[in-house]
């Protein structure tokens, strides 16, 4: 039996709102939503031993996964966020876009979290989903696990923090 990760959902759906909101040039799909909230939980890990959504991340074929992500999403559709369908270009699938409703609550925060928010939010920003993923793919979380296993957060600590952009 699979267990399920104890999550702080308050800070899991402040830290979906946050992105929703400070990500506004349209890049703000599913898979760099995943992404985003990768690196906020393994870059928190590795400075402060522990994750800020307290999510469990599957290797999966499009890089690092939440566990309860989809669920998370599905919860909040329609009341906190809205996910609409978007046409990227020709030829690619179609974006899930994400949209926060509402604004994120600061105090379910520490200091620390927060700025671990702003530094992935300002670093990731300008990128897509798919170059979030092919990031993700050069980091050992990734390249030290099986395909569809948990990755262990004690990976964060071999990362390269200067390889990881010349994978993009």
Sequence with gaps: MVKTPKINEKKYKNAVLFFGKKIQN???GKLKLMKLLYFLDFDFFEKYGRSVTGDEYLRFEYGPVPRMGEKILKEMNGKEIKI???K????LTDQLHIEAL???DVNVFSKEELL???DVA???EKFTGTEMKNASHGEAPWIATKPNEAIDYNLAYYRNKYGEMAKI
Aim: no cysteine; charged share 40%.
């Design 26 to 28: 349209g890049t703000l």
């Design 88 to 91: 990227i270009a020709d030829g």
């Design 102 to 104: 509402k604004d994120f």
């Design 122 to 124: 300002d670093k990731w």
């Design 84 to 86: 609409t369908k978007r």
């Design 116 to 118: 671990a928010l702003e």
